[in-house]
């Protein structure tokens, strides 16, 4: 038999067998019965139904219970209603978000701004015009500084310096107050965080002088030493004084002195020349 045709024949069977292997092997996972999927397990997470911003005081209507598995529990979070409820909120919640501790402040820790105040610290709400508020860009989260003007007890000019520097601004809008004469008006307020020292210095200057918000960058934490300026730097040249001309002096009447007798006339002189000797002979009047 020929060599060749052997060896042809073995490598035949030798593929035959491996193909059928392989497909015995398919044949057989196709034919086993699927395995069972394990049911995952759910829990219930507190979630709120609306957006909740800083200050709000949580009812039964903001929040509801929705399903979570298991693993993706968020780490603080809540599965009872009833543990959130009447706790003020400290950070803004957005809605179908799950309520965390963190965002909460204890219950019967005060209503508004009131739970959001850091331990030291005072919340200090001052009245502003639509110029000094920033024409309305001085939202919560923002950082200003507070300049005031006014006029030194030792001093005649008008003053302008930066009394406070990266000041938080807790709440900005338009509160109810009474005029002079008893009657309701809009006044806008701007609630700022400071410490107590901060604060007396805030509330002298609104009381003694004009204040301006000044807004700055939220990354700029940087305190500047400004030396305030007057009203003299303000103008330049025409704001400086111009020295006064001396006062002119009271004009006297001259003092009459007599005058001296003149000297008497010298005497007449006749010069004689006689040959080379010149000689001068006086002649008596």
Known sequence: MDRRFVTVLAVSLVFALVVSAIFYQVVARAGAPPKKVAPVQMKDVVVATRPLPVGVTIKAPDVKLS????????????????????????????????????????????????????????????????????????????????????????????????????????????????????QAIQAPTVTVLTSPQEAEILTLAQQEGRIQLVLRNGSDHAIEKTPGRDIAELYGRFGRSEPKPAAPRPRTRPVQVAAAPPPPPPPDQVVVIRGNQRTVEVVNR
């Open 67 to 182: 399903k979570v598995a298991v693993e993706a529990f968020p780490k603080g979070a809540f599965s009872k209603v009833e543990d959130v409820i009447d706790r003020p909120v400290v950070s803004n919640i957005l809605g179908d978000e799950p309520v965390l501790e963190a965002r909460l402040a204890a219950r019967g820790s005060g209503l508004g701004l009131a739970p959001i105040i850091p331990v030291g610290m005072r919340a200090v709400t001052v009245r502003v015009n639509d110029v000094a508020g920033v024409a309305g860009f001085v939202l919560p989260g923002m950082r200003v500084d507070v300049l005031v003007t006014g006029r030194p007890p030792s001093g005649n000019d008008t003053v302008t310096t930066t009394c406070l520097q990266n000041i938080l601004v807790l709440s900005a809008g338009t509160t109810i107050q009474p005029d002079a004469k008893g």
